[in-house]
């Protein structure tokens, strides 16, 4: 009896241990693919970039997301997408609340102080949007006989006006999709930010036609992955965004979110090269 009751203790005492070894490991257990979850930080307001839809999360952001979680060992279904505003990018990052940022992520010398980035992954270009039928603004100078639309809080139209086009006229909008409804009832000429939001915004299938890129490349905005400072992720998410370029899901992610604006996409930067 005694015999029995020992074994039968033991037995309680294994299950424990097999079943605390299958759940053990924390947060930073990155590409084991395990079961547990990668928390991944997007836009959910930027359409053809990052959006949250009642379908799911769409955008070339994602889809890049998407891939690099894959190569860290993560199934799509195991990816926590997390919203990451402008303003909170670096705080979410240092506090630990996601693992990586996505999120039209332009790297800076000031942001570099704070977060490290993997990539760049995409190139893109302050530019502006237009009605389709368009023929008056051509250079950055014909911004200067506009009325110029500018979201609330925008830094692109703010630098318009400062730098490239002074004369401009400025208008602040509430949102992107405001500035869209303004332009295509004319009751603005141009739209501001970069390239890849506008493309991502024209995409849209109630606009497709209605508008187009201005081609006039005013800045560089090099776009990388966010992490928190001395993460060995960078390293990991490197060598997964080189993959990408290289067996083409890179260019098919830009075809299927920019395509339709007729978006003329820079080739895929090199990783660490930052163009100023």
């Known amino acids: 009896m005694k015999l029995r009751k020992v074994t039968a203790a033991s037995a309680v005492l294994l ?40 379908q799911g ?11 690099v979680a894959g190569k860290l060992g993560y199934k799509a279904d195991q990816i926590e997408w997390k919203e ?3 303003a909170d990018r670096e705080t979410m990052l240092q506090r630990g609340d996601v693992d ?16 490290d980035f993997a990539g760049p992954y995409l190139l893109a270009h302050q530019d502006v949007l237009v009605r389709a039928d ?48 303004g332009l295509q009832n004319k009751n603005i000429d141009a739209l501001t930010t970069d390239d890849s939001i506008l493309a991502g915004y024209a995409s849209q299938s109630q606009f497709k036609g209605k508008f187009k890129l201005g081609g006039l490349k005013m800045t560089n905005e090099n776009y990388g992955i966010g992490v928190k400072k001395g993460s060995d992720l ?12 290289s067996d083409g899901s890179w260019q098919k992610a830009v075809d299927k979110n920019f395509g339709p604006a007729g978006y003329k996409n820079e080739p895929a930067p090199k990783i660490g090269e930052i163009k100023s």
């Open 15 to 54: 299950a424990l241990s097999v079943t605390a070894t299958a759940c053990g490991g924390g947060k930073d257990d990155k590409g084991s693919g395990d079961g547990k979850k990668i928390a991944v930080g997007i836009k959910f307001d930027q359409p053809g970039i990052g959006q949250k839809t009642p």
């Open 57 to 67: 999360y769409s955008g070339f952001d994602v889809d890049v997301a998407t891939y």
């Open 84 to 86: 990451s505003k402008s």
């Open 100 to 115: 990586f940022i996505a999120a039209s992520y332009s790297i800076t010398p000031e942001r570099q102080k704070l977060v």
């Open 134 to 181: 368009d023929t008056a603004i051509k250079s950055a100078a014909d911004l200067n006989k506009a009325r110029l639309c500018s979201v609330t809080g925008s830094t692109s139209a703010q630098n318009v006006k400062d730098k490239l086009a002074p004369k401009a006229q400025l208008q602040k909008y509430p949102t992107y999709s405001a500035c869209l409804t």
């Open 234 to 245: 960078k390293d990991k998410i490197n060598k997964a965004l080189e993959a990408m370029v």
